[in-house]
């Protein structure tokens, strides 16, 4: 039997790139954030004890630091006293490059709702089997009072977007919330462009839109507190099919790009 010989190679040689110093500290430091140890609004501790506790010196631990502040788990005011504030980042960090992206690809607006479509129907089945009953309080009052003051000032399509993206955050899914989040800009222009369109030209049509997007969230919010989960999803498929076909209504081409622009 023939034994190979593997002669050693240093990581160099296999590709392999040794983390820097800094990289490892800010590694740590996002670790605790991560698991609780350091809360939002928690101030790090000074320079001094932060050297000392990682036995780095002042450029290794500001390097640290610049890594977190760049991936918005820090916030650094310059010439505070106080240090590195700790702050948890949402959906808004990856919501610009997000839409760059699409911006880039080409994307139309009605490949967005498409999405979203696939998305936000699992969600409001989670919603009717795990959501807790205060998270259906919170829908009703939205839909009993956010949603015709708002309407009531103009600002109808900015509601509706809402209403949809805190229906996704209160399902209890981080990764179907971060994904509506991502969008969220997207998908509430355009309400609030087709809802002033509607304002300007057909009033009439505008306040039926308001009461039926009403009475569908009532009866959506029944299946909630029924714990229907798949009536629910049915529900909310049905409620975007419609939705679609009165804001993509002559916008079917519409392209991410000129929306945002």
Known sequence: ????????????????????????????????IVDGELKPDDHLPNEAELMELFSVSRPTLREAIRVLEAERLVEVRRGSRSGAKVCVPGPEVVARPASLLLELSGATVADVYRALEAVEPSAARLLAEEGPESAFDELEQFVDEVVPAEFAAGQFGRATARFHLRMVQLSGSPTLALVSGMVHEIFERNHVAFAQEHVNTDRAQHEANFKLFVRS?????????????????????????????????????????????
């Not at 392999?16 to 670790?31: F, N």
């Open 1 to 32: 039997m023939v034994v190979p010989v593997f002669s050693p190679r240093n990581d160099a040689d296999r590709g392999i790139r040794t983390p820097k110093t800094a990289e490892l500290v800010a590694r740590k430091l996002r670790g605790m």
């Open 217 to 261: 969230q009532r009866k959506f919010i029944k299946l909630l507190r029924a714990r229907d989960g798949a009536g629910a999803f049915t529900h909310w498929q049905k409620h975007m099919v419609v939705s679609r076909q009165f804001v993509m209504l002559g916008r079917e081409d519409l392209r991410v790009r000129d929306l945002l622009d």
